[in-house]
């Protein structure tokens, strides 16, 4: 028997329950909107969180001065200054540098407020060193201390523009002690200690950040999406459409919500792939949107599917592939490696495999495997292309026709949807069927490449101190 043959059922199969109809399509798009509307009514009765960013100033171009913006979010943390010049000169000047933290601080198990001490401490000390290298057109108006934009890329209840309490550390960091903390403070306090005379103006989710950064050049962008390792999207609402937050008033009368929209769930065409990566996740019945369309996971359902085809079918032959046994041994990047070879006998797809999963493949067998690729990439990229209407949806009911109307732009960044030209064309190809030709005409879904940082140090300048 040829590996084509036996199989097939298993592909066959995989592609009924990850297809993505027009139908399941509009169905997701609907949930989104509907979870939406009961995450902004009461906390805890929907799978979205719907945080409040207390952003309610946006960017508008007008920003003078010199801002600093601190990124912590991953292995590294990044540090940024702008200077601003107005209208006229815009972005005169920016710096940054990125410095990775010592594994030590992110897994912090000692006495509990002194790991807190260290990893803020040695965060401020970067931003110490970087701020003295300050030279050339970086300039300070006199009478000012300098201002940062800090993006912070966990869960945090926000209380203000300027303090937020951390939910839970994610993404590999287990800093104990931290969660319940307002993680402000403990940066100031740790700037303080230092004797370092800069202040926090704003605290940013990082697609809040990417919002800020694309909106100070264009004026039509209503909603920021990260597709990366993770995923998450924010968008502008209208204050009077928040029930849970009555009194918080917004002289704009506009904020941007942070969906949090990774936590997701309702409707999506799941396999038992999913379910089975889910069970053996780190956190089993969560972020289950993130879990189909980001980048952390794509390559591992992909693995799951090709050890199946070669445990019950014969995709490799007879060799057991020992090495595609492991967990997140394929990796997002790999499938979008495999599925730009053109060639006839897809020498490419076969080195990949062997390299990463030490199999030997025939033509036949490769071809198998770039359509599992596919299959899983094109969910995901619907699916994610079916979530950005949902917002839109919600946006247009609320505004009469405000939204679809008009152009409104889509801030997108992250390093899946950055690197893989298929994802970015399946997520397109749903938006459009979704809305028709007419409508996404006007939706104008735009890469905004790492505007995040500049983002929130814009963010710092609209919630300036002194203005
Ligand atoms: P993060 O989300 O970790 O902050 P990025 O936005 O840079 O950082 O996204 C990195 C992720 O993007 C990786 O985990 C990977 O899933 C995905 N990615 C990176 N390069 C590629 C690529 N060439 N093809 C497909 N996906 C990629």
Known sequence: RSGAVSVAPILTNLQKDCATPLPVLRHVANAMAADMRTGLAADGGSDLKM????????????????????DLGGTNFRVLRVQLGGKEERVVATEFEQVSIPQELM???????????QLFDFIASGLAKFAQKEAGKFHLQPGRTREIGFTFSFPVKQLSIDS??????TKGF???????????????????????EMRVSALVNDTVGTLAGARYW?????????????????????????????????????????TEWGAFSNGLPLTVYDREMDVASINPGEQIFEKTISGMYLGE??????????????????????????????????????????????????????????VESNPSARRIVVEVCDTIVKRGGRLAGA?????????????????????????????????????????????????????????????????????????????????
Request: charged letters at 20%; glycine letters at 10%; aromatic letters at 8%.
């Open 387 to 467: 979530g950005i209407v949902g917002i839109l949806q919600k946006m247009e009911e609320d505004s009469r026709g405000l939204i679809f109307r008009k152009r409104t732009v889509v801030a997108m960044d992250g390093g899946l949807y950055e690197n893989y030209p298929q994802y970015r064309r399946y997520l397109q190809d749903a938006v459009t069927e979704l809305l028709g030709t007419e409508i996404s005409k006007n939706v104008v879904i735009e890469h905004s490449k790492d505007g995040s940082g500049i983002g929130a140090a814009l963010l710092a300048a609209a919630n300036s101190k002194y203005e």
């Open 107 to 117: 897994f912090g198990t000692s006495e509990a407020s002194f790991v807190v001490f």
């Open 301 to 358: 359902i992909v693995r799951r599917v090709l050890l199946k085809m070669a445990q019950e079918g014969d995709l490799f032959g007879k060799s057991i592939p020992v090495k595609l046994s492991n967990p997140f041994t394929l990796r997002t990047p790999d499938l979008c490696a495999m599925q730009q070879d053109s060639s006839d006998d897809l020498q490419a797809v076969g080195s990949i495999l062997y390299n990463v999963a030490g």
């Open 218 to 258: 264009d004026d039509d962008v209503m909603i920021a999406v990260i597709l990366g390792t993770g995923t998450n999207a924010c968008y502008v609402e209208r204050t009077d459409a928040i029930p849970k937050q009555q009194g918080h008033a917004s002289s704009s009368g506009r904020t941007i919500i942070n």
């Open 174 to 196: 287990a800093v104990s002690g931290t969660a319940g903390k307002d993680v402000v403070a403990c940066l100031n306090e740790a700037m303080e200690r230092l004797g370092l």
């Open 164 to 169: 937020g309490i951390l939910i839970k550390w």
């Open 51 to 70: 945080i409040l960013s207390y952003v309610d100033s946006l960017p508008t171009g007008n920003e003078k001065g010199l801002f600093y913006a601190l």
